[in-house]
T-cell receptor
């Protein structure tokens, strides 16, 4: 069975600085997709970034980028120029390309200090 | 477009009661999911479906049942509610193509006392 692990329950960053959130996963599949979602206090789930496993190039969306290390099964999220609005809970997620099953990690709460 | 609609928004159940959480989407998505989120925790997959007539267990299926008779609807049934089922429940859907994102409903806050 696949698993997703986020080992940092809480992180904090100074406004305008850079922070990296860690995510590791375990799978025997070769076809899968990885995601980072943001959940602010409103509980709404917001897609931050996504990565296809077959793509070697790391995905980037504005201030958000990932470091996808397929062999190490690692998928970390880097947030550059952190803003107060980035404060939220961040979830790493894995979706099987074979079954469609989509699971989440435990989450990392990010605090942004002014 | 309404997106993913969940009802009810809130519900209080007594131990042993049953209820159905409704989820419907109008985006013609094949994939639908039910998650529960306990306070301060991540989302745990209860059941999912990749198309009408097809359902499969997730990480925490015990105490729940689902059906998928149409593409649009994916109800979650709680039988014999227990305090451990107190949680926020999210329904989500995606079209299943490539890394298509999940579209989430607004959640149902369920309390079992």
């Amino acid at each position: 069975a696949q698993t997703v692990t986020q080992s940092q329950p809480e992180m904090s960053v100074q406004e305008a600085e850079t922070v990296t959130l860690s995510c590791t996963y375990d799978t025997s599949e070769s076809d899968y997709y990885l995601f980072w979602y943001k959940q602010p206090p409103s509980r709404q789930m917001i897609l931050v970034i996504r990565q296809e496993a077959y793509k070697q190039q790391n995905a980037t969306e504005n201030r958000f980028s990932v470091n996808f290390q397929k062999a190490a099964k690692s998928f970390s999220l880097k947030i550059s120029d952190s803003q107060l609005g980035d404060a939220a809970m961040y979830f790493c997620a894995y979706r099987s390309g074979n079954t469609g099953k989509l699971i989440f990690g435990q989450g990392t709460t990010l605090q942004v200090k002014p | 477009n309404a997106g993913v609609t969940q009802t009810p928004k809130f519900r209080i159940l007594k131990i042993g009661q049953s209820m159905t959480l409704q989820c419907t989407q109008d985006m013609n998505h094949n994939y639908m999911y039910w998650y529960r989120q306990d306070p301060g925790m991540g989302l745990k997959l209860i059941y999912y479906s990749v198309g009408a007539g097809i359902t499969d267990k997730g990480e925490v299926p015990n105490g729940y049942n689902v059906s998928r008779s149409t593409t649009e609807d994916f109800p979650l049934r709680l039988e014999l509610a227990a305090p451990s089922q107190t949680s926020v429940y999210f329904c989500a859907s995606s079209n299943g193509q490539s890394p298509s994102p999940l579209h989430f409903g607004n959640g149902t806050r369920l309390t079992v006392t």
